[in-house]
């Protein structure tokens, strides 16, 4: 007999599962948010979801602290890297992930870990 692939299996109505399953999750977020309330404040929001953006090159220290006291999510100076030696460094790092993928480093409780 034919068995359907997964591929199959989803396309057309939701099944009652994935719809149970729905209900669950919604039923779920309405128990947390009447237990719990306010759901939405414990997202970011500006200022803490900002995307500092420079397109001028330089790096402010105004912008750094901004982003150290969590005050900003990211920094993004556009030119600050001369364009053909980030395009080097970037092929350098992908190689180095692809040999031993230890390109990265984690702050924990016993110092830095790859």
Known sequence: ???????QKMKGPPSSSST????AIRHLFTLLETKF??????????PQSDIITRTDGLLRSSDLLR??????????IQNFYHVEESKKLGKQLALE???SGKNWKVSTSRGLES
């Open 1 to 7: 007999s034919h068995h359907p692939t997964t591929s």
């Open 97 to 99: 992930a692809r040999k």
């Open 37 to 46: 309330g306010n759901l939405p404040s414990l997202l970011d929001k500006p």
């Open 20 to 23: 149970t399953n729905t209900t």
């Open 67 to 76: 982003l150290t006291s969590h005050n900003a999510t990211a920094l993004h």
